[in-house]
């Protein structure tokens, strides 16, 4: 699929509370296309009472159901017919997401659509494979412990991959046993709603994946605070993110996944195998969903030799871009999230400039649909660490760019003040590639690529205000399950 007309995509709006869509909510929230500014379709907002009746119908539906009760094998195959339904639903699915949001219809297609279906397949293997442990005891006793579910688990999403983001978060919750309110974000709606559809079709009990709509300070911190949400996961920024974990501190105590920002190194020594692979990917990591990725490579550190040269080729790949709408064959650089993000993109390259910066490419809005808000790739070198792109999350498609003589220095430039949660170092020098890996202060390294592949297995996360806890993994699973330890006198 590589285009559609966003005309006639049909979109449903409302919560999904209880295997139904509802509408219930006074206050409307417009939800606007970033690719012409259109006002497309409204959320209802949930009060903080509407809220708080959900999540008390969300656990009655949990307990009711036995969900969480129920043989693992028997989720297990709930969730594999799940994630076919999703996967089986493409044609449906991916011009809802690419619609308003910022993923080009063939990479929601091809990409965002089937990881999800293939993340709720991951964690449906888990359902039957962690039950707890048996503990090495002595012969007199019969020590163990037993994973359970928490309960009613509190979900909130970002905006920049809203299906892929929710089904980090609500897989690993379901197959653990417990039920899920997600809280998408309130610029991205609607795919999600989708997906409780489907996840009612495959045989989730109605009341076990919730959705509920409405902004961060009204609905978000209700859903946080309620007593029945016994453990809380949270993809978004750094800011919110703190403010989240103050709000789980101050209503129980309660557990708190958080995915946050960052500001990821890539760092390219001269002995780089294949440079016009490297540039590639650097162009990529920056560019890819116009800068709008947690771990966007968005701090280009080059060994002075090779710098002029890696930077011409990362330049030439950015200028084959092409912005446009979501829903357009020929579009490589999605629109920005919203005007204000786009205005903030644009003051804070402007800022830096006034520093001293100077503009190897781009430095302007880019030409895409009208009533879009577009930003051109863009590379700013003689920047350093107190420059304001070097030092803040952009969420935007700008490189800086900063030089290095020696692999100390190179370090030294890599470790960010405030951020941790990837990194890419490039070099054909085995060694150095692993004093980096060892060193770096982040949750994710790669060594000569950037960016995940589609292997659930390896974890993600964040080093320092990154984040608390991962996404993925084994690690993902166990998250969503508290362990009862039990100790049994067996003697004669
Ligand atoms: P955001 O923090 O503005 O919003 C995220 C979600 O939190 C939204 O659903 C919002 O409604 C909700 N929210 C806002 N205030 C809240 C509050 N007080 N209580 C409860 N909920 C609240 O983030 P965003 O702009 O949607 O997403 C972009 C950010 O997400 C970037 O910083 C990016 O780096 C980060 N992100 C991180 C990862 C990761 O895996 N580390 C992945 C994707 C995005």
């Known amino acids: 699929m590589d285009s559609f007309d966003p005309g006639k995509v049909a979109v449903r709006s409302g919560h999904f509370i209880g295997g139904k869509h509802i509408e219930e909510g006074t206050q409307k929230l417009q939800v606007v296309r970033p690719s012409d500014g259109i006002a497309y379709a409204s959320i209802p907002v949930a009060s903080a009472e509407m809220t708080d009746r959900i999540i008390e119908n969300a656990w009655t539906a949990w307990r009711a159901s036995g969900w969480g009760q129920s043989a693992p094998r028997d989720r297990a195959s709930v969730l594999r017919r799940f994630a076919d339904l999703v996967a089986a639903d493409v044609e449906t699915l991916a011009p809802l997401e690419a619609l308003g949001s910022t993923r080009p219809i063939r990479e929601a297609a091809a990409w965002d659509v089937p990881f999800t279906a293939e993340g709720i397949r991951f964690y449906a293997e888990f359902a039957d494979k962690i039950g707890g442990d048996v503990a090495a005891t002595d012969h007199d006793h019969l020590g163990m412990t037993i994973a359970e579910p928490y309960g009613v688990v509190g979900a909130i999403a970002p905006w920049n991959f809203p299906l892929v983001m929710a089904s980090w978060k609500l897989a690993p919750a379901l197959a653990a046993g417990n039920a899920v309110v997600l809280k998408p974000s309130e610029a991205t709606p609607f795919s999600v709603l989708r997906l409780a559809e489907l996840a009612v079709e495959a045989g989730v009990p109605p009341g076990v994946f919730n959705v509920i709509q409405g902004d961060g300070h009204t609905t978000g911190d209700a859903l946080v605070r309620h007593p029945h949400i016994s453990k809380v996961t949270f993809t978004g920024s750094t800011r919110t993110g703190a403010a989240i974990m103050a709000a789980c501190a101050q209503s129980g105590t309660k557990p708190v996944t958080l995915e946050l920002g960052g500001k990821s190194p890539q760092v390219v020594f001269a002995d780089a195998p294949r440079l016009d692979d490297v540039a590639r990917r650097i162009a990529t990591g920056v560019a890819g969903n116009a800068g709008q990725v947690c771990v966007a490579g968005s701090r280009l550190l080059v060994e002075r ?188």
């Open 305 to 492: 030799s090779i710098a002029d040269d890696l930077a011409g080729r990362i330049a030439r790949i950015l200028g084959e871009r092409k912005a446009g709408a979501t829903w357009s064959r020929d579009t490589t650089l999605s629109p920005i999230i919203s005007a204000a993000q786009a205005a903030r993109i644009e003051s804070i390259v402007q800022r830096t400039v006034a520093g001293g910066a100077t503009v190897l490419c781009g430095g302007c809005r880019a030409e895409g649909e009208a009533g879009g808000a577009f930003y051109s790739p863009t590379i700013l070198c003689n920047v350093n660490e107190q420059s304001e792109a070097v030092r803040e999350e952009v969420f935007g498609p700008v490189l800086t760019l900063q030089t290095f003589d020696t692999e100390d220095e190179a370090l030294a430039l890599a470790q960010h003040a405030d951020y941790g949660l990837a990194a890419g170092v490039h070099t054909a020098d085995l060694g150095r590639a692993m004093r980096f890996v060892r060193a770096i202060e982040a949750g994710t390294v790669w060594v000569n690529r950037y960016g995940r592949t589609s292997d659930f297995m390896i974890p993600t996360g964040g080093y320092k205000r990154s984040g608390v806890g991962k996404d993925l993994g084994r690690q993902a699973y166990e998250a969503n399950l508290r362990f009862k330890s039990v100790l049994i006198d067996i003697r004669s």
